[in-house]
């Protein structure tokens, strides 16, 4: 099973970006699908989340309002796009899987994908 995940880049404050995770090996429509940041210095944090039936959730104070995740099974693609960039969203994004759900989601991601650096310049 493989997430490749992309799109990261260097962008100026107020800027977007769209990350996209590419899944291989499962059936990423039957997965809840998220994303996760780590900023330096700080522990691995989550940002959104989509369920197979396309519902989906965020960290409410950080991100909502700015951030749309959404996924295209027939691309088995899940893609975060970030509007309004701030400074503070400078982080590796990762991209993650699992086949349920708990608060404490990231305690039952069964995949990880490799990250991609998203920085946000002031």
């Known amino acids: 099973v493989q997430l490749q995940a992309s799109g990261g880049g260097l962008v100026q404050a107020g800027g977007s970006l769209r990350l996209s995770c590419v899944t291989s090996?499962?059936?990423?429509?039957?997965?809840?699908m998220g994303w996760f940041r780590q900023a330096p210095g700080k522990e691995r944090e989550f940002v959104a989340r989509i369920n197979s039936n396309g519902g989906t959730a965020y960290d409410v104070a950080s991100v909502k309002g700015r951030f749309t995740i959404s996924r295209d099974n027939a691309k088995n693609t899940v893609y975060l796009q970030m509007n309004s960039l701030k400074p503070e969203d400078t982080a590796v994004y990762y991209c993650?899987?699992?086949?349920?759900?708990?608060?404490?989601?990231?305690?039952?991601?069964?995949?990880w994908g490799q990250g991609t650096l998203v920085t946000v310049s002031s």
């Open positions: 090996g499962l059936t990423s429509n039957t997965y809840y």
């Open positions: 993650a899987a699992a086949n349920r759900f708990r608060v404490n989601w990231a305690s039952v991601i069964d995949y």
